[in-house]
């Protein structure tokens, strides 16, 4: 195959992916969107965590909710949890790696909070073991899955939502989870400002 038709097959293959997402997610999305909304305007915050690419994308989604997306607003309550090294490498030294993200959850996290819990596989055992850190705090979960959902998908309740990605390929996946977070921050910035906001530039 010739570079440029790798190139074509990646990009085919991206499209193929949002187009089944497109058919498959919509309700959860928009479900994920009214518990973030439902958090933040009662006083919550929304904690994400995630490793490698998925800790890229915990960390986009809090900068647009504290800076902002697409529209001129206060900022809004998110914490990534993967961004102070001295943080995570203090717990991987002292307890293990499996709890870089839970023993955040447990000292930050409240009722009425909401993690964002990030992993292509949905096995990362540090972001399975956060997200029951989250249900031990009885905050609310987003958890952005692909594949079968893995063990994620199967720890949820009936209060927190799975944006499961009906693909297989970590990049596939990785790249609809970009697009599903800029769908909540602009849910998020119609559900609680609407027309107040202005778009910014």
Do not use: W
């Amino acid at each position: 195959m010739s570079p440029t038709d790798r190139i074509r097959a990646h990009f085919n293959d991206s499209i193929a992916a949002k187009q089944a997402a497109l058919d498959s997610m919509p309700a959860s999305i928009a479900r994920a969107t009214s518990l973030m909304i439902d958090v933040l305007s009662g006083g919550g915050r929304i904690l994400s965590c995630g490793n490698g690419g998925s800790a890229g994308d915990a960390q986009h989604f809090s900068a647009e909710l504290l800076n902002r997306f697409e529209m001129e607003r206060p900022g809004l309550p998110a914490v990534a949890l993967t961004t102070d090294s001295s943080t995570l490498t203090a717990i991987a030294n002292d307890y293990s790696y499996e709890q870089v993200f839970a023993k955040q959850v447990l000292a930050l996290g409240r009722a009425g909070d909401c993690l964002l819990a990030i992993s292509t596989s949905g096995n990362s055992p540090n972001v399975v073991a956060a997200i029951e850190a989250a249900h031990q705090r009885r905050m609310k979960v987003v958890a952005m899955t692909g594949r079968d959902g893995g063990a994620m998908g199967r720890m949820l309740g009936p209060c927190d939502v799975e944006l499961r990605v009906p693909a297989e390929r970590t990049a596939r996946v990785q790249e609809v989870h970009l697009l599903l977070i800029h769908c909540l921050c602009d849910g998020i910035d119609e559900g609680l400002f609407g027309s107040v906001g202005a778009t910014a530039t």
